[in-house]
């Protein structure tokens, strides 16, 4: 990947302590730029900055917790070049947050949804949100979202959780282009990346059949290295306002990084001002541009 040099450029990566995450910030200081690893362990994001090396700083940031969603724009100083929305998550029983969001979409849509509208007067080019081509799969009840009134499955909420992140991001571009500003938004997907799997279960049961896809995944997926390479291609490669990159090998697993279709509901526009318009309202925090 030709990342060039990044040197001067202030970039934000959420979730920078393992998996994609990791693996983008690591080849983001590799190229120069000074990378703030907004993470939720900050003891596990030092030793990952160490590992690192580079320039980099290490910010304490809960996206299951709107507090601190909402003190993080108050530990960093100045503008940011680049916001990646990398984090996420994926739970084996329904929990919810301490706003009462269920788990999945609280961690993947609403704290990276507030975070982005806090921090935007101060994002000078570019706001990349990591979805997934699991959003293919899902249905959204925009009267239900925190499931409370119909069956919660893990893959289901995960699903549900990416489309909400694709419909975020249309409407995301949308508003970025009507207004004319500067800011240009890209959403990603990593293909199958093992390392992404590694907090999912404690069941026998289910850590059996974990450790198998994990094993699948090691074979046949991308490393967490690959898995952001879609990410750095946005920022390396002039891509379209509003492209969805994800990889070219079957499946969507793994391959060289490469504009991909999305369903039809991730490309409704009418679902995504809805979409956000909820979102707006738990989190009390507007998209305006």
Request: hydrophobic content about 45%; aromatic content about 4%.
């Amino acid at each position: 990947m030709r990342l060039g040099d990044l040197t001067g450029k202030r970039i934000i990566v959420t979730g920078a302590t393992n998996g994609v995450g990791l693996g983008t910030a690591r080849a983001l200081t590799k190229a120069g730029a000074d990378v703030i690893l907004a993470v939720r362990n900050v003891e596990l994001g030092r030793q990952r900055a160490a590992e690192i090396g580079g320039s980099t700083t290490v910010v304490k940031l809960d996206l299951a917790d709107l507090s601190s969603v909402r003190a993080f724009p108050t530990l960093i100083d100045g503008h940011v070049d680049i916001l990646i929305n990398n984090a996420g998550a994926i739970t084996n029983h329904r929990a919810d947050t301490v706003d009462g969001f269920e788990m999945t979409l609280g961690t993947n849509l609403l704290g990276p949804f507030a975070l982005t509208n806090l921090l935007l007067p101060r994002v000078r080019s570019q706001i990349i949100n990591v979805g997934s081509d699991a959003h293919k799969s899902a249905t959204l009840r925009l009267d239900d979202m925190h499931a409370r009134h119909t069956k919660w499955t893990r893959l289901g909420a995960y699903a549900t959780s990416k489309l909400a992140v694709m419909l975020w991001g249309l409407e995301l571009d949308r508003r970025l282009r009507v207004a004319g500003s500067p800011v240009v938004t890209q959403l990603t997907h990593p293909g199958w990346v093992a390392s992404n799997l590694s907090h999912v279960s404690d069941s026998t049961l289910m850590s059996l059949s974990h450790r198998a896809v994990q094993g699948l995944a090691e074979r046949l997926g991308n490393s967490n290295d690959e898995g952001a390479v879609p990410t750095l291609y946005c920022i390396s490669e002039p891509v379209p306002p509003g492209s969805f990159v994800g990889v070219s090998g079957r499946l969507g697993l793994r391959g060289a990084p490469a504009l991909i279709g999305r369903s039809v509901l991730a490309s409704d526009y009418d679902v995504a001002a809805r979409l956000v318009a909820f979102a707006e309202k738990e989190t009390g925090t507007t998209l305006s541009v």
